[in-house]
């Protein structure tokens, strides 16, 4: 190589033996590698340049040209060739730091439009998957399923609010098994909600004291909650746990509001149609199952060994709703609900039939069995007033059809109101017996 002609080059020229070892090099090459010329002759042209792909002039390599990054500021680059010279080769090397940077720029564009292609496909899919489920477990295992594999996580746990507002793990693993309370996981997303996204176990303990410790004993190294809502209900969250290392890029959270957002959606279709589906079968007031329920499930009940059917009607009910209003007739009928309800056994059917009137069906092996839960009801109407302080008392009518008798429910139904209504005309709160 001509020394002098190689200064005048405006690019590295680097003269290197079989071993790499530099013979040789111009002043470009000292300046951009940041060492003075005669420091670089006798050390290996490794110290100074890497491959930003594989290693250094592998054995196989061509004359290339390959980029080839500066071995302690890997963002900047040169275009190297390679010529065979002898007992050894010259490498000619062109800036290409801002061409390198271009396309490491291009190849994260790339890689950004593919993820979000991916994760827009993911969104599509679940939207379809949402609208199938038939019930909120199905609906969490599915958002489970589908989280974990939109974030590639090892698990992800779908945390729900029941109605009664207490709180459960309704799919997915209890990764930091039940050491950090289901509640405040729901917490640190849902006030003010918020997608969370958390690396590290100090990260976990700033959020939610004794997370952290928890994560470490889980291995847990990362993780990423978003809540569960629609317009004004909040029903928990999912959270997707990483026990590898693990970064967010900036599509992570959109990504789970999108698919939080769908689930919280599904879910309150869900509860809307299962508050409807109940307010077509069960009163109002008391929450008791209606007469379409009780005239639906009699038959069944028919088909048992005996039947007896309690018809229960309050004595003074109309006086109540004159005295103190309608209200307090509401909150009267709400007790007589969860007094009958006490009384009865768990198998039994009770039903509001319609204003002051109620219904026990049971399965009887004889009728003094009937009349024993007639007399509990009367106990406990008579154990304390209600909450208008009126004393509480009924008037019962019992109709007993025994096993094979073929008696219809209707009939059954019929002959248990006329035994109300002798009971009522001898002056109330007691018992009347038929057999149908």
């Not at 013979?23 to 930003?52: C, K, M, T």
């Not at 079968?281 to 209606?290: K, Q, R, S």
């Not at 509401?330 to 002051?356: E, H, I, P």
Request: charged share 25%.
């Amino acid at each position: 190589m001509d020394e002098g002609s190689a200064e005048t080059l405006a690019v590295g020229v680097v003269r290197v033996d079989r071993s790499g070892t530099i013979a040789a090099a111009n002043q470009w090459f000292s300046e951009w590698a940041g060492v003075a010329a005669d420091e670089i002759v006798g050390r290996s042209i490794g110290e100074f340049l890497v491959h930003s792909h594989e290693d250094l002039l592998p054995a196989d390599a061509t004359q290339g040209p390959w980029m080839m990054l500066h071995a302690r500021e890997h963002d900047r680059a040169v275009l190297m060739t390679r010529q065979r010279r002898g007992t050894g080769d010259v490498l000619m090397l062109a800036e290409a730091t801002e061409r390198f940077r271009a396309m490491i720029d291009l190849r994260r564009r790339y890689a950004l439009a593919d993820r979000t292609r991916t994760r827009l496909e993911i969104v599509m899919d679940s939207s379809v998957a949402f609208s199938t489920a038939s019930t909120e477990r199905s609906l969490a295992e599915i958002l489970a399923d589908t989280t974990a594999r939109a974030y590639r996580a090892e698990e992800s746990t779908v945390l729900l609010r029941k109605l009664d507002r207490t709180s459960r793990i309704a799919a997915g693993p209890d990764v930091l098994g039940g050491r950090i309370d289901v509640d405040a996981l729901i917490g640190m997303v849902a006030a003010p909600r918020r997608v969370v996204k958390v690396v590290g176990d100090a990260e976990g303990e700033r959020l939610v004291p004794g997370l952290g410790a928890a994560m470490r004993d889980a291995d847990v190294r990362a993780f990423i909650a978003a809540p569960l809502h629609h317009e004004e209900a909040d029903f928990g969250a999912f959270i997707s746990w990483f026990h590898h290392e693990r970064t967010f890029d900036d599509e992570a959270a959109p990504l789970a509001e999108a698919l939080a957002g769908q689930a919280g959606q599904a879910l309150a279709t869900l509860r809307l149609q299962a508050r409807l589906a109940h307010a077509a079968t069960h009163d109002e007031v008391t929450g008791l199952p209606n007469r379409r329920v009780l005239e639906s499930q009699m038959d069944e009940v028919l088909g048992g060994r005996g039947c007896a059917v309690l018809f229960i009607d309050l004595d003074g009910f109309k006086h109540v709703n004159d005295r103190f209003g309608h209200q307090a007739g509401d909150r009267m009928l709400r007790d007589v609900g969860r007094r009958l309800l006490t009384a009865v056994r768990g198998s039994d059917l009770v039903a509001r039939y319609g204003g002051d009137e109620f219904v026990v069906v049971c399965e009887v092996g004889e009728p003094s069995d009937a009349v024993e839960i007639a007399e509990r009801i009367l106990d406990l109407f008579r154990a304390e007033p209600t909450g208008s302080a009126t004393p509480l008392s009924a008037s019962i009518g019992i109709a007993v059809a025994s096993s094979g008798s073929g008696v219809m429910a209707d009939q059954l139904l019929r002959h248990a109101d006329l035994a109300m209504y002798r009971a009522k005309s001898a002056g109330g709160n007691r018992i009347e017996l038929e057999q149908a």
